[in-house]
């Protein structure tokens, strides 16, 4: 059986959303990049807020998970 060539991925980035304009990851500058994490975490602190705000009793179970992870 042939051997296919090897997969190379290219993580691209929009800083203007799901219809705005990719760039790959690897073009970026230093400060394209910092930005570009900006973003994503504030993203994913409101995604986490709104999520066990609406499901409080999920903390619970993410504190107890934690804890045996760690004991």
Same mark, same amino acid.
């Given at each position: 059986?042939?051997k296919c060539k090897?997969? /190379?991925v290219?993580?691209?980035i %929009?800083?203007?959303?799901?219809?705005g304009e990719?760039?790959?990851?690897e *073009?970026?500058?230093?400060?394209?990049t910092?930005?570009?994490r900006?973003?994503v /975490?504030?993203r994913?602190?409101? %995604?986490l807020?709104?999520y066990?705000?609406a499901?409080p009793?999920?903390? *619970?179970?993410l504190l107890k998970?934690?804890?045996?992870?760690t004991a």
């Amino acid at each position: 059986m042939a051997k296919c060539k090897p997969l /190379k991925v290219v993580n691209m980035i %929009s800083f203007d959303g799901i219809n705005g304009e990719y760039k790959p990851l690897e *073009d970026c500058t230093p400060e394209e990049t910092e930005l570009f994490r900006s973003k994503v /975490k504030e993203r994913m602190s409101k %995604s986490l807020s709104d999520y066990f705000s609406a499901n409080p009793d999920e903390i *619970d179970k993410l504190l107890k998970n934690s804890q045996a992870a760690t004991a």
